[in-house]
């Protein structure tokens, strides 16, 4: 996740600092003063700036040191930053006719498409609407289990309820658990439905049919084709999911038994994971036999005793290797790396620019882990990216998509290679090609399980924020489109006294998702780019794009127009290709897809 001039945009805007701002054909004002385009987008810029600049510092003293007094902070700045951005975004809408250069044209375009939550006109609404997402947040974040007669050190918090699906296989304990961290979230719902309510009344005002529909008009696209687009990724690689599914449940039924059945929906909480995105974890239980057990990334983390900060460290050193600067000093003084035992933290990793410019830091509870040594890559991705392009206008400050923002630091975590390892020193021998299943396995676990998911969030609130479903559907319509697209069940029936989607983070906190199925194909999709222009003469899946100086030129040149251009040109710059792909993913993992497909002779593919 991001935290960034574009999200905190998003998310607010400052208390409509310019009066004398007001765009041809809006209402503000008597005889509506008419401002020219340029002068209007350097207020904007100005002034987005500063307010960014201030929400972000809020934000962060929020996430770091959660309390009723900074969760207030942070609501003001955001409520300033959001309030804003709309009217700016609103005035935006009023230039629609107005011909300019090319650059003041995609201002003005990008402008009025930046926002996530739109506050409604009314002052109070507003308050209402940012206190709202900063108390879910809030709860999200403070978030704990407590069970019969438990209380204080007893109940588990976030951390502890991962690791527990994570690790332990007493099928009780981890359906004890996974039930356990869907209790936090009933208390959100009623909180959610007044959100969803407001938010849509801000859409509705900007000229949109509702808030996901104003998400999905930040593509350079329209809404419908947008939704389009994704179907068909979707489609390119849903067989590969099935096989994929159909491989890991025969497995699951050959370990729990009948709990998981022989061609229906899987059991969301036998997964390794809360929400049975990521299922790397049961890689234990579905791995092929034989083989011996290869010393894990994790082992040799904990064995080494490499530190959090030195983690990051590895992380910084491949994107220098690249020629990207090093991070600044301040980097390593402001960021937090570990979780502190005095207080309570929004856990959830998160990458800041807090001045838009250079004050980059990282917010993250790092585990001596190698899913954690991934996740420090993804947000030194958000980090590098958001500096490279530093130079364009504020407006201009964000992803060629979001998709893309999210992409980038996977794209090398994909170079993270047994080579690269080897190479600097975290691994003594790279294993021969014989390994390349159970490598290949193991990633499938963890991004080709993620996408379906990476649909569902979106496809819910989509739903949601539309009316189609209603207050009194959301438990329901969440568990079929989760049984529809990933193919999981819960374990025990859930009603509507449950409210399972706000025991995601992205749900409470607002945050679009999409752009983390976008950025599952995109990733797989750059590497491939990247890796012809690195040479590697290696399958795709042994690549790594480490020390490779044109790669990083390619790499440098698409960060650094940030979205200053329609993203089809930024992949063009990145790829050769104006169309997302998701060949590249499936070309990633042939030799896995033949594989399962052997395994799963004889059984019912899907369910
Ligand atoms: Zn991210």
């Known amino acids: 996740m991001i935290t960034s001039l574009l999200v905190s945009a998003l998310l607010a805007t400052g ?3 310019c009066r004398n701002v007001v765009a041809p054909g809006t209402d503000d004002g008597p005889g509506g003063t008419t401002t020219d385009a340029p002068t209007f987008l350097s207020e904007v810029n100005a002034t987005a700036l500063r307010l960014s600049n201030e929400a972000n510092q809020a934000g962060w003293v929020q996430n770091t040191f959660i309390t009723p007094d900074t969760e207030a902070m942070a609501a003001r700045s955001n409520e300033a930053l959001i309030t804003a951005v709309t009217r700016y975004a609103k005035s935006a809408a009023g230039y629609d006719n107005v011909e300019g250069p090319a650059d003041v044209r995609r201002q003005l375009n990008v402008l009025k498409n930046a926002l996530t939550m739109a506050a409604p006109a009314d002052q109070k609404e507003t308050a209402e609407l940012t206190q709202l997402v900063a108390s879910m947040e809030g709860e999200y974040g403070r978030g704990k289990f407590c069970g019969d007669g438990e209380s204080g050190e007893d109940c588990l918090d976030i951390e502890e309820i991962t690791e527990i699906l994570a690790k332990d ?4 304990r981890v359906r004890a658990a996974w039930e356990g961290w869907h209790t936090i979230s009933p208390p959100m719902k009623k909180s959610y439905a007044r959100f969803v309510e407001l938010s849509n009344k801000g859409a509705k005002e900007l000229g949109f049919a509702d808030t996901g529909a104003m998400w999905r008009s ?9 939704s389009k687009e994704l179907d068909r990724l979707w489609e390119q690689l849903r067989p590969f999911y099935l096989s994929l599914h159909t491989y890991v449940r025969a497995k699951l039924r050959a370990k729990y038994g009948d709990v ?3 061609d229906g929906p899987m059991p969301a909480h036998l997964l390794g994971n809360i929400w049975a995105q990521d299922w790397t974890n049961i890689y234990d239980i579905v791995g092929p036999a034989g083989g011996g057990r290869a010393a894990s990334l994790t082992d040799t983390l904990r064995v080494r005793k490499v530190t959090p900060v030195e983690m990051t ?6 994107f220098t290797s690249l020629g990207f600067d090093a991070l600044p000093q301040t980097f390593w003084e402001r960021s937090l790396f570990v979780k502190p035992r005095d207080r309570e933290v929004v856990c959830h990793a998160s990458a800041w620019n807090i001045n838009n410019v250079d004050d980059l830091r990282m917010k993250m509870c790092i585990d001596q882990t190698e899913e954690d040594f991934r996740v420090i890559h993804h947000e030194l991705g958000h980090n590098f990216y958001s500096r490279a392009y530093n130079q364009q206008p504020v407006i201009f400050r964000d992803g060629a998509n979001d998709g893309f923002h999210e992409a980038i630091g996977d794209t090398i975590a994909l170079s993270v290679t047994p080579e690269y390892l ?5 691994l003594d021998r790279a294993p021969d090609a014989s390994g390349d299943i159970r490598l290949l396995l193991r990633a499938a676990l963890e991004r080709l399980a993620f996408l379906p998911f990476g649909l569902v969030v979106d496809q819910w609130r989509w739903r949601v924020f539309s009316g189609e479903v209603t207050p009194d559907r959301y438990n329901s319509a969440w568990w079929e489109l989760r049984e529809r697209y990933q193919g999981v069940r819960p374990p025990s029936p859930r009603g509507e006294d449950h409210f399972d989607p706000g025991a995601k ?3 409470p906190a607002n945050t679009p998702y999409s752009r983390y199925f976008l950025a599952s194909v995109l990733q797989f999709q750059f590497h491939r780019a990247l890796a012809k222009e690195a040479a590697c003469a290696t399958p795709l899946h042994r690549c790594s794009i480490y020390g490779s100086a044109p790669a990083g030129k390619r790499l440098q040149a698409t960060l650094a127009m940030g979205q200053s251009r329609p993203w089809p040109d930024a992949l063009e710059a990145l790829t050769g290709q104006r169309q997302m792909d998701a060949t590249a993913m499936a070309d990633y993992f042939a030799p896995l897809k033949t594989w399962l497909d052997e395994q799963n002779k004889g059984q019912k593919v899907g369910w």
Do not use: S
């Open 15 to 17: 208390a409509a600092a």
């Open 169 to 172: 296989r007493d099928p009780a």
């Open 218 to 226: 930040k593509y350079d696209m329209p809404p419908d084709e947008f």
């Open 260 to 262: 998981v059945p022989a």
């Open 313 to 318: 460290r590895f992380g910084e050193r491949f």
């Open 422 to 426: 080897v190479k600097v020193g975290l």
């Open 505 to 507: 983070y992205h749900v």
